[in-house]
């Protein structure tokens, strides 16, 4: 992992246009060729960032942006369609570079991980004619818990956390947005499942055109008789 701290501008063009003017900012370029750029808030999210398969191009900047100072220009294009984003390097305070080796991924809680496991083997839960692709479906930014197939033939993206909240939501969007850009996959509708989902998160999923699922964990381990409930 390569860490560059500097003042820099950036621009992304493709399936959208996104422009940051000049600030210091991290510029985290990791293994697998992805590009992040980070401010000192806003939480974990990247201002903009560019996903594998990526290719960066480093070269001079002409002579009308060496007048404004820029010293380096990075291109990191994908390889798979027109997005481009377009780094303008002015003043470098820090790079670094890292080797962390293998990462083990997140391990999850027991009642996470059993729910995953029991919504695979009952994917059906999803609806009628939803099969499973596979469990923890890797992206660039982690895994996936659930990738199935709906009715149709149409890729279904499953989060499921015990306690749904907002967080839960945007890591979900994070890996909808990754996925739908790949054409094997696209377009990908995203279902976040937990066992208990709060009214903010329902309603951003519900904004953002996912889908909600009340897990009932006693009952999908087969110890709820649902039949014999009086409510």
Request: glycine share 8%.
């Amino acid at each position: 992992m390569r860490l560059v701290v500097a003042r820099c501008s950036a621009r992304y063009t493709g399936r959208l246009t996104a422009h940051l003017p000049l600030a210091t900012r991290l510029v985290v370029v990791k293994a697998d060729g992805s590009v992040l750029l980070h401010s000192d808030g806003g939480s974990y999210k990247p201002l903009n960032w560019m996903s594998p398969p990526c290719a960066t191009a480093v070269r001079e900047p002409e002579p009308e942006a060496v007048e404004r100072g820029v010293t380096e220009v990075w291109t990191v294009q994908h390889q798979k369609s027109d997005d481009r984003l377009e780094i303008e390097l002015h003043e470098v305070h820090h790079d670094s570079e890292h080797d962390l080796g293998v990462d083990p991924g997140l391990v999850k809680d027991g009642v996470e991980a059993h729910l995953q496991e029991l919504l695979a083997a009952q994917i059906e839960l999803l609806g009628a004619g939803h099969s499973l692709v596979r469990r923890e479906y890797m992206t660039a930014i982690g895994p996936v818990d659930i990738l199935a197939r709906d009715a149709d033939g149409g890729s279904v993206a499953v989060e499921i956390k015990r306690r749904g909240d907002i967080d839960g939501v945007e890591q979900l969007t994070r890996y909808l947005d990754l996925l739908n850009r790949d054409p094997l996959l696209a377009p990908v509708r995203g279902v976040f499942a937990a066992q208990e989902i709060k009214p903010q998160a329902r309603v951003l999923a519900t904004d953002r055109g996912i889908g909600c699922l009340l897990l009932d964990y006693d009952a999908m381990r087969g110890v709820d008789d649902v039949d014999s409930r009086l409510f």
